[in-house]
């Protein structure tokens, strides 16, 4: 097609102008080197001729109109880039800028999860990473003693967002209702067994939250154990419901999988006389102190209802011990189920519990695996010490024999192979969790290191 028909602005100049642009505007469709020699030629100012000069550029100038509907955009766009020997000049590449530059396209767009990590100019540069802002081991330690040292028994909260009853409204309730709460209020404050800790919320007066440290002689010692519980609109007349956080073991006849609390005084359970539920009498703290007592007592195979009655002879005292063997396992695992997912308002109690405790747990651990009975006292620290290094250093095989020998066949038959494997087990998880709330465990870790010395050699 003419260019000048195409195009009615280029008007006269001479004719061999006119043919050699569109020649040239013919070779670009050809090659894209004729294309720049063509560009190169139409751009150069020597010629005297400055009517067909123009005509030349204007011809040049639609020939690249052209280009650009064409199909061949890209490989124009490409060639008009910027060139250092063409234009004469240095050119500095900015590597910032352009990822700015890139970045500032990404604005808009919704980019999948992770893909943001991939590509270096969405990532964000990292500030204020000073060495001040990070904290020692000993100074998290500190801290974690700090915070427990001054952990309340009794104290209100804003909210529970992971209470258990949380999601159920206690429904239409009055100024009654209101002052016999805030009466168990005050009793719980004043009252409470030093072993006991409990939350209430401010916002939500139905709801409150318990801990409890396992007693002393139970195979529930030095464990923590939480409870939430509701009053229900129709309190104290009913009882308070109340749910046991489980984390899915059943470690007590009382306690469910599910989270039900099987009790008399909780209209859960059937019971007489001053077991049931007083509507002028009972309390919150009566629940509490009821559930640590005979709940979470010495023998709890017992609270099996008709179990009682082989409390005297040789099968069912074999089957107390077994019970309390696989209930001290899922109390450990309770621990550690805690110590990785602390309740809400709990987190302090948890960690610092278990930084204070953490030996003596250990210690029981080994302690039961030697053959000893679960629940049964542990020597104290102080005179165990150099016993527990010279039975690491010597493999422990004559001592644990003897303490075997103790063992009453009838009483402790197969508890050997299961229990030991899966306190071994549990014992390392305890004190790599511990050990990072900076409980006293180096005595363990030396003993550790020198039973794997041989075992590395």
Known sequence: MDAAAEYPHIQGGASSSSSSCRAADAAVWESVQQQQQKRQRCQDPSSSDLVGSSKENNSCKASEAELQNSDYGEVDEEDYGVDDEDEGSDYDFDESYFN??????FDDLDLPPGVEATVPWLQKAVTNVEPENFKSMS???????QKYKFFKQFDTVEDFSDHHYANKPVGKTGKEWTKRIQHDWKLLENDLPASIYVRV???RMDLLRA???GPQGT???DGLFFFDAQFTDSYPATPPVVYYHSGGLRLNPNLYETGKVCLSLLGTWEGHGCEKWNSAQSTMLQVLISIQALVLNENPYFNEPGYETFANNTSGQRSALDYNDTTFQHSCRTMLYSLRRPPQHFEDLVAGHFRECGRAILAACKYYMEGNKVGSVVPSNDNEDKELENTSAEGSSSSGAGKTQNKKVDLRA???????????VLFEELLMEFNVKGADTKKFCVEKLKKSQPAAS
């Open 211 to 213: 801990a409890m440290i």
């Open 219 to 221: 195979p529930y010692h």
């Open 201 to 203: 919320s401010e916002n």
């Open 139 to 145: 100074e998290i330690e500190d801290e974690i003693g």
């Open 414 to 424: 197969g508890r050997t192979v299961t229990f030991k494997t899966n306190m071994e």
């Open 100 to 105: 700015q530059q890139l970045a500032d396209k």
